[in-house]
């Protein structure tokens, strides 16, 4: 089922937000030399939970991000819920997830070109 305007719009808005909160923790914090951006927020047609797929560079670092912002995911969605209190009625539940779509395609085209070729001996 194809997404509605509404729930593309609140992704959108929560994308932004996520995304600015996010890289204010990365500059203040012991990760510098860390990128974290928000690729896209899928929103359920309740509203009662967004998905929010994120891309860490160095992807080596992405497993342990990723467990440390779900550590402060409360944080995130009180900060957001803050800034989106007039747009948004109820501030949906957040689930993070790494979105390793580029490396898989990275992946894929080296295989094509041969660069990667899991059937060659070492």
Do not use: C, W
Not at 19 to 40: F, M, P, T
Not at 50 to 58: D, E, G, M, N, T
Not at 82 to 89: G, K, V
């Amino acid at each position: 089922m194809e997404e509605t305007n509404r729930q593309k719009k609140v992704g959108k808005v929560l994308q932004k937000d996520i995304a600015n909160y996010l890289q204010e923790i990365v500059r203040d914090s012991a990760h510098k030399g860390i990128i974290i951006s928000v690729s896209e927020v899928k929103v359920t047609v309740d509203f009662a939970e967004a998905k929010v797929y994120l891309s860490i560079f160095p992807s080596d670092k992405a497993k342990p991000i990723l467990e440390e912002v779900d550590a402060i995911k409360h944080q995130i969605k009180h900060h957001v819920a803050q800034l989106t209190r007039h747009q948004i009625r109820k501030m949906p539940e957040l689930t993070f997830f790494i979105d390793d779509r580029q490396e898989r395609a990275d992946a894929i085209t080296r295989a094509l070109k041969g660069e990667d070729n899991p059937l060659k001996d070492n």
